[in-house]
């Protein structure tokens, strides 16, 4: 009888220890499943060669929380956990910039008379399967190209007035602009546009790091040339902005 006891004693026991590791482990990716994202079960990393391609995963275009909620919950967050962001928020954050909504190529921000000037990097600090280094994002087929694989980070902080949320970031997002395709329409105007435009695309990253419940700030900031010369981008790139992203302590 009490041998019965104890075996039945035992399952329960057993029972309990795997509901609270399975507890646990679903709780982890709660965030990321309540903002409807993929769960990416390893952090390995794809090693990578400069000038490889990356398909970035699908993006969700329902999330779960009301535009209203993300606009109050924005706010210019500085500091940042240590987590790694994961492939899916960054693809996600990315397509929020500069995402294809139509079949005529039009973005998720407006442009003046569809130029487009807008290019988007990305410096990776700590991103799952990505190794550290600069990237640029492709909004026509979803994609991140490998540009140079070096770790810059502490570089762009000094060259942005030793801003720490550049080092701290799972991702820097980086702006940049041809200033000459929306110019060669509109002259001197062009420039006006370009900044507008600038100011569009950011404050979709804004609201999507919000409803992603991820932190973010604007970085306007720092000492241009230096920057670029950091990112050693092709020079017709101007960088109007930096956005660090991160997750929440
Ligand atoms: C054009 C512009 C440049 C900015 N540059 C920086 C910057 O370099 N570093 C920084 O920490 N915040 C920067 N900010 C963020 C502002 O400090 C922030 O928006 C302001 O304190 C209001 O806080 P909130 O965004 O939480 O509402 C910038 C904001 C704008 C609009």
């Given amino acids: 009888m009490l041998k019965r006891i104890?075996?039945?004693?035992?399952?329960?026991?057993?029972?309990?220890?795997?509901?609270f590791?399975?507890?646990?482990?679903?709780?982890?990716?709660?965030k990321e499943q309540a903002a409807g994202?993929?769960?990416?079960?390893?952090?390995?990393?794809?090693?990578?060669?400069?000038?490889?391609?990356?398909?970035l995963p699908e993006v969700v275009k329902d999330g779960q929380i009301s535009l209203e909620k993300a606009l109050t919950l924005r706010r210019s967050i500085r500091s940042y956990a240590s987590d790694?962001?994961?492939?899916?928020?960054?693809?996600?954050?990315?397509?929020?910039?500069?995402?294809?909504?139509?079949?005529?190529?039009?973005?998720?921000?407006?442009?003046?008379?569809a130029t487009f000037p807008l290019e988007m990097f990305v410096v990776v600090n700590n991103v799952n399967k990505l190794n550290r280094g600069i990237y640029h994002y492709n909004p026509h087929d979803n994609?991140?190209?490998v540009i140079h694989l070096k770790d810059i980070s502490a570089e762009l902080m000094r060259a942005s007035l030793s801003q720490s949320m550049i080092t701290?970031?799972?991702?820097v997002l980086v702006f940049g602009a041809i200033f000459e395709r929306t110019m060669a329409r509109?002259?001197?105007?062009?420039?006006?546009?370009?900044?507008?435009?600038?100011?569009?695309?950011?404050?979709?990253?804004?609201?999507?790091?919000?409803?992603?419940?991820?932190?973010?700030?604007?970085?306007?900031a720092y000492r241009d040339e230096e920057v670029e010369e950091v990112l050693n981008l092709d020079?017709?790139?101007?960088?109007?902005?930096m956005m660090p992203v991160g997750k929440l302590k």
Avoid at 84 to 112: D, H, K, M, V, Y
Avoid at 235 to 241: D, G, Q, R
């Fill in 168 to 171: 701290e970031a799972g991702a």
């Fill in 21 to 30: 590791m399975l507890f646990n482990s679903l709780r982890g990716n709660s």
């Fill in 84 to 113: 790694a962001l994961s492939l899916s928020e960054l693809s996600q954050l990315l397509w929020s910039a500069q995402g294809i909504t139509n079949e005529r190529g039009f973005r998720t921000a407006p442009s003046a008379g």
């Fill in 143 to 145: 994609t991140l190209k």
């Fill in 186 to 220: 509109y002259g001197e105007r062009g420039i006006r546009y370009v900044h507008n435009e600038i100011g569009h695309a950011s404050q979709n990253v804004h609201l999507q790091a919000a409803a992603l419940d991820l932190g973010t700030v604007v970085i306007g």
């Fill in 235 to 241: 020079p017709e790139i101007k960088v109007l902005y």
């Fill in 37 to 55: 994202l993929n769960i990416e079960e390893s952090s390995e990393n794809f090693n990578l060669k400069e000038g490889e391609m990356i398909k």
């Fill in 6 to 19: 104890g075996t039945i004693f035992g399952v329960f026991i057993l029972l309990g220890i795997i509901g």
